[in-house]
């Protein structure tokens, strides 16, 4: 029996930190705000919920700025010998969390146009659980980086995905985007099983929750105990790897990317990663540090293998003529899974893991800029071409000049090829990552594949770039000059070029921002 002090009732009864709790709980409080207003909203106001949306997340975002330079935990049980906190607001938080909101907030924006081009085609999304869902989604994926006891870390991880299995599938009478919800929804919940599976043995072993005393239990259990204590951090692991896309758990990928709503397949790329990036350097790092020697040889084969899917399935994507942009981003965003492993397996080797983790987190924040940037161009081409092929932006540039040079720029970010200097910035300080903890076998396989990948993405660059064929089909893409794109997605496309040119002019400013204070 392992004996652990059990808290007095004083100890039970405490002030709640509000400032600390303040973003995700605006975002929560605006999810209920919009799904009330909903009832009484007339059909014409019905856009007014989307504004009143990106308020909130605004207002949850402008939340953080009291949190800066201030470590802040609230909800803590205190012991004669240890103090113990479910929600801790500090460096690694604040980063997730600003990822996060700063995300949903560009993802608001491309779902504004994107509502109102569904009510014009006779295809309405029904607005108010749409916003509904999207912010609940976000409250919970910014809960989950401050949780700091097992039980609210898996609370919080289904928080952020039940509504997105619901939004994948919001599409009335479309089956690419039944089937893309149901596969979404059978594999997380399988998942989930396992991970809880997982969280009861790490109980069963530690006789507590919470990230910091569970690492301090798993030094002490008892031997018979240590095939279970190693199964469940094992089994722990497998929910997080699937919200990383990580092979053998990306199967879902593809078929949800090209079957949601081009806004939700982009803020699943970015904060469904966020998602369980997050949760799997918080399980891993802060709660089974005893324990690197299973998950740290686990995560580099995971690593390597996710990256080198990812890219080679994009690639075989070009032997398709009318393969599809989404799809290709898509796979591109299992291949980046597979960069964002490589430090969090590199900490498991690392004598300095927090400069390890705070690489993800650099390549995160990179990431999450141009990734979403290149939806939103992928957005505005799906105005006029709703099939969103990479061969309808053939002649981008000649009709619009700087969506071309735009997504130029984010794919060749993605490459890590100049002058996307943020991208390659990332990609050197992934490599280093791995060489300082002496997996010089992994930062060969990723160099690799940083290769196959400039294929695929210099292909689509060139394509960008060509003239225009004669042909009715492939008429330059974008319509006629007259054409207008809204504002909110104009802001969109505007608000990451902005973000990703300034990170490129200076790069060490991305990683001074990542750096971490897990410890």
């Known amino acids: 029996m392992i004996a652990v002090a059990a808290p007095s009732v004083a100890s039970l009864v405490q002030n709640v930190d509000w ?46 700025l009291p949190l800066i330079g201030d470590e802040r935990s609230t909800f803590c049980l205190k012991g004669a010998s240890y103090d113990a906190c479910s929600y801790t607001a500090d460096r690694f938080t604040l980063v997730i969390q600003f990822l996060v909101l700063a995300g949903a907030l560009l993802t608001a924006l491309l779902s504004i ?61 479309d089956r690419r985007s039944s089937d893309a919800a149901l596969k979404f929804f059978l594999s997380s919940v399988t998942a989930t099983a396992v991970t809880l599976l997982g969280v009861s ?72 990663k966020a998602v369980g990036f997050s949760g799997l350097i918080l399980v891993t790092v802060v709660a089974f540090p005893s324990y690197a020697d299973v998950w740290g040889p686990a995560l580099a084969a995971l690593a390597a293998l996710t990256m080198t899917v990812g890219n080679v399935a994009a690639l075989r994507q070009q032997a398709t003529r009318a393969y599809s942009a989404v799809r290709l981003l898509a796979w591109s965003s299992v291949g980046q899974a597979g960069y964002l492993l490589v430090p969090i397996a590199a900490a498991a080797y690392s004598d300095d893991p927090q400069k390890s983790i705070g690489s993800t987190l650099a390549y995160a924040l990179m990431y999450a800029a141009v990734n979403l940037g290149a939806f939103a161009v992928a957005a505005l081409v799906a105005r006029t071409k709703p099939l969103n092929r990479v061969s309808d932006y053939r002649g981008l540039y000649a009709s619009r000049p700087l969506a ?64 225009p064929e004669g042909a009715p089909e492939s008429a330059p893409v974008g319509g006629p000059a007259r054409y207008r794109v809204s504002a909110p997605l104009t802001t969109a496309i505007a608000l990451t070029a902005v973000i990703a040119v300034a990170l490129s002019g200076a790069p060490q400013l991305v990683l001074r921002f990542a750096s971490t204070g897990l410890f």
């Open 19 to 64: 400032v600390a709790i303040a973003p995700p709980t605006i975002a929560a409080v605006v999810a209920l705000v919009v799904l009330v207003a909903d009832l009484f909203l007339g059909e014409r106001r019905k856009p007014l919920l989307g504004w009143i949306s990106i308020a909130g997340l605004a207002a949850a975002a402008l939340a953080l």
């Open 113 to 173: 146009g994107s509502l109102k081009d569904a009510k014009n085609a006779n295809k309405p999304l029904p607005e108010g659980e749409f916003w509904f869902l999207l912010l609940s989604s976000a409250a919970g994926a910014a809960l989950l980086p401050a949780s700091r006891d097992l039980a609210t870390l898996v609370v919080a991880l289904e928080v952020a995905s039940l509504p997105a299995f619901a939004l994948v599938g919001l599409k009335q009478g």
């Open 201 to 272: 043995f790490v109980y069963a072993t530690t006789g507590t929750l919470h990230l910091t005393r569970v690492a301090t239990e798993l030094t002490h259990v008892d031997g018979q105990f240590h095939t279970l204590a190693q199964t469940g951090v094992a089994l722990t692991l497998v929910g997080f790897a699937f919200k990383t896309a990580a092979v053998p758990f990306h199967f879902w990928v593809p078929d949800t990317y090209v079957g949601a709503p081009l806004p939700i397949a982009a803020y699943l790329s970015v904060i469904g």
């Open 404 to 467: 071309a040079l735009v997504l130029g720029f984010f794919l060749l970010c993605l490459a890590g090829l100049p002058p996307g200097i943020i991208g390659l910035f990332a990609k050197v300080t992934v490599f280093s990552a791995a060489v300082d903890a002496g997996l010089g076998w992994l930062a060969v396989i990723m160099a690799v594949n940083v290769v196959i990948a400039l294929v695929y993405y210099l292909q689509w660059t060139a394509t960008l770039f060509r003239a």
